[in-house]
């Protein structure tokens, strides 16, 4: 009896008129690039967010590069971001000749952590080799990072703030959208994602208006107000009409699912406090997360592989998320970083592993997870 890691088509079964609907509303009217669906969904989008500005674009990566690339990043700055994430997070901060400064993380949420955070700035400043250009924050499986001390931080240091919303969109910080922290937030829709479309995209959130401006310039190749007067360096960023359609219908139900969710997450809370030497997951409190990923943590490395051949056993995935942390990865090598820099990152990639998490996750499906690593040799 296996279980999927995440169930699309239970998801697909509920609104597959709708997106039908979208889909054949874009082949009748062929916009397949910038679309009216474009903006019609950067408004949902920035209201749901309460941002004033909200730009499509083709991944959470080209999210993340349009953001840096607006904010004026290049050699010779350094960006601080957590070393505990997807690639894409330092990648693009090392694409445009920027340096990723890598702060450990906190070993509850696995987020960034402030006061390392404190002592990394600290630490450029005194070198004087980089100029402190930024950081970002990432919300890593759908929970909010620490707002209340990282975003004075950085506006007391001069520092801009993205916030990596890959993983979190949907998440609530105090009552307060993630993605309307910081100068920029940045999200994903590749599918796996909590609001998903059925390919890559992603989305930019701001307040700002110049900032959005530049997006906008940015997305297109750097374009002026004349399409063949480019005024800067950009990207082909634009998400198509096609997703920004399948988006629009999944929309209608996300808020549900989000509770969905949840329910799923302190179900799994309350079963998995019965299984010895295995850590379930923690949001802090007054915040919601949208729970990308549910990870716990075993005992070790060793335990972790042995709960993951019972779950193997029985068709279970437990994917690990992530077993290198960026600054020992090869990548990043030229940065000089060793093992032992960053103690918590390290400690919480030997240990951790994801069991399947979706809102469509049956309460059978759920027992099972549970079952099995609760299981005696």
């Known amino acids: 009896m296996g279980i999927p890691f995440i169930d699309l088509k239970a998801q697909y079964r509920r609104i597959q008129d709708e997106v039908k609907s979208g889909i054949d509303a874009v082949l009748e009217h062929g916009a397949y690039i910038m679309g009216p669906e474009i903006r019609d969904i950067e408004s949902t989008l920035a209201?749901?967010?309460?941002?004033?500005?909200?730009?499509?674009?083709?991944?959470g990566t080209d999210a993340l590069t349009m953001a840096l690339l607006s904010l004026g990043v290049g050699p010779g700055d350094a960006v601080f971001t957590t070393p505990f994430t997807f690639m894409a997070t330092a990648e693009t901060v090392a694409l445009l000749g920027a340096t990723p400064v890598f702060v450990d993380i906190d070993p509850v949420t696995y987020n960034i952590d402030p006061a390392d955070l404190r002592r990394k700035i600290s630490m450029v400043h005194d070198e004087q080799k980089l100029t402190p250009r930024g950081v970002i924050a990432v919300d890593i499986f759908g929970v909010p990072a620490d707002y209340d001390r990282i975003e004075p931080m950085?506006?007391?240091?001069?520092?801009?703030?993205?916030?990596?919303a890959a993983q979190s969109f949907g998440a609530t910080y105090k009552g307060?959208?993630?993605c309307s922290f910081g100068d920029v937030a940045c999200t994903s829709f590749f599918p796996a994602k909590p609001l998903g479309c059925y390919g890559d995209g992603g989305m930019v959130f701001t307040d700002d208006d110049?900032?959005?401006e530049l997006l906008l310039s940015v997305r297109v190749h750097g374009q002026g107000k004349d399409k063949y007067d480019n005024e800067r360096l950009g990207i082909t960023g634009r998400l198509d009409s096609m997703q920004a359609a399948v988006l629009k219908a999944k929309f209608t139900i996300f808020p549900e699912e989000i509770e969905l969710r949840n329910k799923v997450a302190d179900r799994?809370?309350?079963e998995l406090a019965a299984v010895p030497d295995l850590v379930a997951p923690s949001?802090?409190?007054d915040c919601v997360g949208v729970w990308a990923q549910y990870c716990v943590m075993a005992r070790d490395s060793r335990h972790r592989a042995e709960l993951q051949a019972k779950l193997q056993a029985e068709g279970i995935p437990s994917p690990i998320y992530y077993p290198i942390p960026l600054h020992l990865q090869t990548a990043y090598a030229s940065l000089g970083y060793q093992k032992g820099d960053l103690p918590v990152s390290e400690n919480v990639a030997e240990r951790i592993f994801a069991l399947p998490m979706y809102p469509y996750l049956s309460?059978?499906?759920?027992?099972?997870?549970?079952s099995t690593l609760a299981k005696e040799d």
């Open 47 to 59: 209201e749901f967010c309460s941002v004033k500005h909200a730009v499509g674009c083709a991944s």
């Open 154 to 164: 950085a506006k007391n240091n001069g520092l801009f703030l993205i916030v990596d």
């Open 176 to 178: 307060r959208p993630v």
């Open 210 to 212: 110049t900032l959005n």
């Open 268 to 270: 799994y809370a309350r």
């Open 283 to 285: 949001v802090p409190d």
């Open 363 to 370: 309460n059978e499906h759920q027992d099972l997870v549970v």
